[in-house]
């Protein structure tokens, strides 16, 4: 598993995984280093992702609720997954500069 560094599209400075974790919420990222604010597009490839972990989870919660009869492991096991897709977020998250006209707005 890769985790890809999100950079600032407008000076290319790398952006930390926390701040981009409190920026997909708004949307949109302020860079501090350069002052320019980026909007921030999800990737579509993300929903098979998460047709894949939805059907994941599927299987997981039958085979340990019916096969294995232990449930509270297919939990765990669920549980660490939704992690890890967690993970992968940013890596489906696509930046772009603010245009010119929005950049004065914020000056
Ligand atoms: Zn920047």
Redesign the pocket.
Known sequence: MVLKKQK??????E?SFSKIFSAKNDLEYY??????V?YIKMDKKIYNLVIALIALCVIIVFVFSFVIRMLFLGAIIIILLFLGFYLLVPNFLKLS?GSEKQKRQFK
């Open positions: 600032c599209p407008c000076c290319n400075k952006i860079c501090d280093d350069c002052h320019n980026s500069c």
